[in-house]
């Protein structure tokens, strides 16, 4: 019978964490409630002295350890506040569901749990959001969902992968908004992947564990469906079937729960090991055939995991690594820098991992030079690697070009980057990569789609997202937000596919929300003009182009931009228009500026006297040019301090004039001609006369006057013919005055003129 032991069988990180903690804890030391799911290991422990109190009300004194599966929130306010001290031992991985649930919770989101309502670890959960949280262990708890809130899901930590597939997809069509988080951790993924495998090839599986452990009983129902000769194994009683069967096995299966020692498992498969003594394919043959391999198969570089400490002294360690002959590790190359080697801390029978280093003979002995440092080098390297990988973002250098992409190594993890995933855009050069340093995220690869699962509508598949989130309806989630890593899947050997372009490609939508905060219609903003052509600028603004029309240069007519603006100089210009979708902002420079009217209402103010030229004239005025396109009215009542009937009588264009300016309203501007014209104005056909004339047409006006009251009461004789005039009373056309101030309307004022009848009258008499 050939045994065969999964690799990840036994304690994982953050339950080995916990039992060192309690171990190496001093003094008076007890745990909140059992520190993991292993009756073998809290006897252990219990040997000890290493206490269990189910509650702080049965605490009395000494340190309190949190177990792996973490606590409630209130419990840690409670020790704090309580002043007990205490060692938090809660696993990194379940730390992280705590931190991802706090946070969420605060952001509104209902939380949802897939998990066991009682296992501890869900408790803890569901104590970091008030115990408000929905706990999700089958389909039928999927209808105690409200439809309308928005969900954050995650998964406890040793959940069943297909169970969570299943009620995941069940959610996600309940419900419309859904921030989901895989948190199901790496080990127990791995853990119930080899069982499924392994199960699939054995005649009979052992799954040693305790039953009151989540994981171990997820491992046994995992392998019973491939296997029904399945062995629930918690003590090495319970091989006692296993045994009485073992002539009907072929090949055996061994796995273990999370929270399972070694020890036991080593205890296991060495009982079963001591029944096949005289087993017939001569199993002892066969290893002796495989070590005698080994050692012509020995090389430097090369890394055995199982060697065997034989002895440890001053100089350094012998080892057995499963050839005849021995291995050394040299003191230098026991220990990592900064760590003494102490030899005592090396015992016969511990299993250490070595490197190969070379052949050398060892004071007349040939032995085989190992080194434990370099593995253990390599070890931590493997570790921040993990770390770095698991946590995000990382940085790898590139080694080379392969088919397909680059790659690089981080500690012994060999990092792909496909072309497309490099930056965003085609990539037609990978050479110029070789060297260079990368910021990357591990995605997931894409899978092989068979022909006939295409269809038509199906959108490409991106290389990888940065969180899994179901929306069926429009919800804006900020960056920082669902930028969290995706949980991928760590084997050592394998290559890790990264990609550079998912992280760019987040800056810059973050980027680009920043700016377009900032690009708002009305906003004031400084930019640098980068080129002119004959329809406007464009100018950098925050690093975007934007375009300032021509038309939006200037309050004058301009020909040209290069007329306001200078390439390489910076302006405060406003935005006017700024269209997301079409990508596109305009600017505007006159908008900033003084108007034409505005700058002339400081140069000149009501009262200022201008000279300019007639621009236009028009029947109620006409407008006189000032400077470049500011122009008044001077209106056709303040043309004269006479009527005027039309302007074009006194005006053309061209014709330069000065006035004064009256008045400002509303960007326009009245001029006055006659304010600056005498306030008695002269006229063409005014004629002057002296005060002699003046006198003497007063006394003919009244001669004339007199002869009109000479006609008698009744039987009035006929009036007279008038003399005639003598020729040098006809010669006479005008008269002047001697007085500076009459005119000829005086002179009207002094003769007398006959009326219609009385003309009539006189023509009658005279015939």
Request: with cysteine; glycine share 6%.
């Amino acid at each position: 019978m050939r045994i065969f032991v999964a690799k990840n069988a036994g304690f994982c990180f953050g339950v080995r964490n916990a039992v060192e903690t309690a171990m190496n804890a001093k003094g008076k030391v007890c745990t909140l409630g059992e520190l993991i799911h292993n009756g073998y290991v809290n006897d252990k422990l219990k040997k000890k002295g290493i206490g269990i109190i189910d509650s702080l009300d049965d605490y009395t004194d000494g340190t309190v350890i949190i177990r792996s599966h973490g606590v409630p929130e209130n419990v840690e306010d409670e020790l704090r506040k309580r002043d007990i001290p205490y060692i938090d031992a809660t696993c990194p991985f379940v730390k992280k569901i705590h931190n991802l649930v706090s946070k969420y919770h605060a952001m509104g989101y209902r939380i949802v749990i897939i998990g066991n309502p009682s296992h501890p670890e869900v408790v803890g959960i569901n104590g970091r959001c008030d115990f408000s949280a929905i706990v999700i262990d089958g389909e039928e708890d999927i209808k105690l969902l409200p439809e309308d809130e928005k969900l954050c899901v995650v998964v406890q930590t040793t959940y069943s992968e297909n169970k969570y597939d299943f009620l995941l997809k069940c959610i996600e069509n309940r419900c419309k908004t859904v921030e989901k988080f895989r948190t199901i951790c790496y080990t127990t993924t791995d853990r119930q992947s080899e069982t499924e495998e392994l199960s699939k090839k054995c005649d009979a599986m052992l799954v040693i564990g305790s039953k009151s452990s989540s994981n171990t009983t997820k491992l046994f129902e995992i392998s019973t469906r491939n296997c029904p000769q399945t062995y629930f194994i918690e003590n090495i009683a319970d091989l006692k079937p296993v045994i009485a069967n073992k002539h009907n096995f072929k090949i055996l299966g061994v796995t273990a729960g999370a929270s399972t020692p070694k020890e036991l498992i080593e205890e296991v498969v060495k009982q079963m090991s001591d029944t096949q003594i005289t087993n017939k394919d001569n199993e002892f043959g066969k290893l002796f055939e495989a070590s005698e391999k080994k050692n012509t198969d020995i090389k430097a570089g090369k890394i055995f995991r199982e060697c065997t400490v034989i002895s440890a002294n001053e100089e350094g360690i012998i080892i057995n690594f499963g050839g005849k002959k021995d291995g050394f590790i040299d003191k230098a190359d026991a220990e990592l820098d900064g760590i003494e080697y102490v030899p005592a801390n090396y015992k016969a029978g511990d299993k250490i991992a070595a490197m190969v280093i070379e052949k050398h003979n060892k004071k007349g002995n040939e032995s085989i030079a190992f080194s434990k440092k370099a593995v253990d080098k390599r070890n931590q390297e493997d570790k921040e690697a993990e770390e770095a990988i698991k946590g995000g973002e990382f940085k790898v250098t590139i080694d080379r070009v392969v088919k397909g992409g680059l790659e690089g190594k981080l500690g012994s993890y060999k990092i792909f980057v496909p072309a497309s995933q490099i930056r965003i855009g085609y990539v037609t050069d990978l050479e110029k990569y070789v060297g260079k340093t990368l910021r990357l995220r591990a995605i997931e690869p894409k899978k092989a789609v068979k022909p006939e699962e295409v269809k038509e509508e199906t959108a490409a598949p991106v290389e990888g997202e940065v969180a899994e989130s179901v929306n069926t309806e429009v919800v804006e989630t900020p960056v920082e937000e669902v930028a969290q890593p995706k949980e991928i899947t760590l084997k050592r050997g394998r290559s890790i596919v990264a990609s550079q372009r998912v992280i760019l490609e987040e800056e810059k939508a973050k980027k680009e929300d920043e700016l377009w905060s900032k690009l708002t219609v009305g906003s004031v903003v400084n930019g640098k003009v980068k080129r002119l052509t004959d329809f406007g600028a464009f100018v950098s603004v925050y690093g975007f182009d934007c375009l300032a029309h021509i038309a939006d240069l200037s309050h004058y007519s301009v020909a040209h931009p290069s007329d306001v603006l200078e390439i390489g100089k910076s302006y405060d210009f406003v935005i006017l228009k700024a269209n997301r979708e079409t990508n596109r902002v305009s600017l505007g420079y006159k908008q900033l500026q003084k108007k034409p009217y505005e700058l002339a209402a400081e140069k000149y103010p009501v009262g200022s006297v201008i000279t300019g030229k007639v621009r236009s004239v028009f029947p109620y005025g006409i407008f006189v040019l000032i400077e470049r396109d500011v122009d008044g009215l001077v209106p056709v009542s303040e043309l004269s301090r006479s009527y005027v009937k039309n302007p074009a009588d006194l005006y053309k264009e061209g014709d330069e004039v000065t006035a004064q300016v009256i008045k400002f309203n509303d960007n326009k501007i009245t001029l006055s001609i006659k304010a600056l014209l005498p306030e008695e104005e002269k006229k063409v056909d005014d004629v002057e006369i002296s005060d002699e004339e003046y006198q003497e047409a007063k006394e003919k006006r009244a001669t004339r006057n007199a002869k009109k009251f000479d006609k008698p009461a009744t039987g009035a004789a006929p009036r007279k013919k008038p003399a005639k005039k003598t020729a040098e009373e006809e010669e006479t056309t005008s008269w002047q005055s001697e007085s500076s101030g009459a005119t000829l309307g005086d002179l009207f004022n002094l003769m007398s003129f006959a009326s219609k009848d009385e003309e009539s009258e006189k023509d009658g008499k005279d015939e």
